[in-house]
């Protein structure tokens, strides 16, 4: 493990986003710029009074890459700046549109799409569409605005937008799915979740539906969940025969060729919550999972077994933040686990515990269990 901090020249302890771009450089959002890290050394860029930079705030919340290279980026002050790589130059892409509306706007989202076309959602409901490649290529245009009143957008909360494997955009809003491409969809149902399986496209709502979708006649056909659930959390890949849901009550499989559910619940006595998080399969195939409670559960597929494991940072040590969750296996096998509730632990197989990571093993000192805002799985699968 290997530690950097502003002594290494990060430009600022106050890490908020973290990428690995496809040329393997890290990008890393601080408080007081952006940061390239090639593996070596630190670069720092953001903007200084009088030397013509568009970027007017340092501290940048959220950063994503977009299909050509370059980094979008958030400001503490909610707007939306393209960093470009190539002229190591910020831009402010909605600043032309705003000179014309006389409105500024306050940028929450982003979502980037391998075709070239990113997605800026403002509080209020209303949208961006960018065209990377004509924007840059001819500045001021090449973006489109999205907005319920002209009916070019189906409802004014986004919940997310993909790209499927047509190149179609699908923009999933609490009013119904717009879509942006040649299909249609015969339904305003609000789905949020998209899954492509097995030749077949499935969509999900938060709540308790599941259907699949006919590309051809743009109908959906819902399929009757058994259980009396009220949330669904995610919808997944499972393997070539299942789909996996999370949800309020338990993790949900569904077989589509057998038209079959099956519900696995995690709850017990010492750990009430059956809400499920996040799932992560490990190489030993038992599963993982997150939930409301501190902690995390280890499912074992072949016996059917829950085992708890209880979150080792006391709870008054962090009262007031949202904690950031993930489960990830190293290329060296070892479980890392940032719990609901917990810091920064691995799993010890031999113990079968979750411990904190010591730098010197023989030093109590020496204790590595950051409260973690973000992390990043590098191209090497490295946290």
Not at 174 to 187: F, H, R
Request: charged letters at 25%; proline letters at 5%; aromatic letters at 14%.
């Amino acid at each position: 493990m290997q530690h950097y901090s502003v002594q290494d020249g990060l430009a600022q302890r106050s890490v908020t986003g973290i990428l690995q771009d496809r040329h393997g450089i890290m990008w890393i959002s601080t408080w007081n710029g952006l940061d390239r890290f090639d593996g070596y050394t630190f670069r720092n860029y953001k903007g200084h009074p009088g030397d013509g930079s568009t970027l007017n705030n340092n501290r940048i919340i959220a950063i994503r890459e977009n299909a050509s290279g370059d980094i979008w980026c958030i400001s503490h002050d909610e707007r939306l700046y393209l960093f470009d790589t190539s002229r190591e130059k910020f831009l402010d892409v909605l600043a032309s549109h705003e000179q014309q509306s006389r409105q500024s706007n306050r940028i929450s989202r982003i979502y980037t799409l391998p075709k070239g076309v990113t997605w800026a959602v403002c509080e209020g409901g209303h949208c961006f569409r960018i065209d990377e490649s004509l924007y840059k290529a001819k500045k001021d245009e090449g973006v489109t605005f999205y907005r319920v009143f002209d009916q070019s957008l189906k409802g004014n909360s986004v919940m997310d937008i993909i790209e499927d494997a047509d190149g179609d955009e699908w923009v999933f809003t609490t009013k119904g799915a717009t879509l942006i491409g040649t299909k249609q969809i015969d339904s305003d149902f609000p789905f949020k979740y998209y899954l492509s399986h097995a030749g077949r496209i499935w969509l999900a709502s938060p709540y308790n539906k599941l259907a699949s979708y006919d590309p051809q006649s743009g109908q959906v056909t819902f399929r009757d969940i058994p259980y009396p659930l009220k949330h669904i959390n995610f919808l997944q890949h499972w393997s070539e025969e299942e789909i996996v849901l999370g949800t309020n009550d338990g993790i949900v499989f569904y077989h589509p060729g057998r038209e079959a559910f099956r519900k696995i619940d995690v709850s017990s006595p010492s750990h009430p919550s059956n809400f499920i998080g996040k799932i992560y399969r490990d190489r030993q195939g038992d599963i993982w999972i997150c939930t409301k409670s501190p902690g995390v559960v280890r499912y074992e597929e072949k016996t059917g077994k829950c085992h708890y494991f209880p979150s080792l940072t006391k709870e008054h040590e962090y009262p007031d933040h949202i904690f950031h969750t993930f489960l990830h296996e190293d290329p060296q096998g070892q479980l890392w686990i940032a719990p609901q509730g917990g810091n920064l632990t691995y799993y010890d197989r031999k113990a079968n515990q979750l411990k904190h990571y010591y730098t010197q093993p023989d030093d109590p000192s020496t204790r590595f269990a950051p409260f973690v805002r973000e992390h990043c799985i590098d191209n090497q699968n490295n946290l």
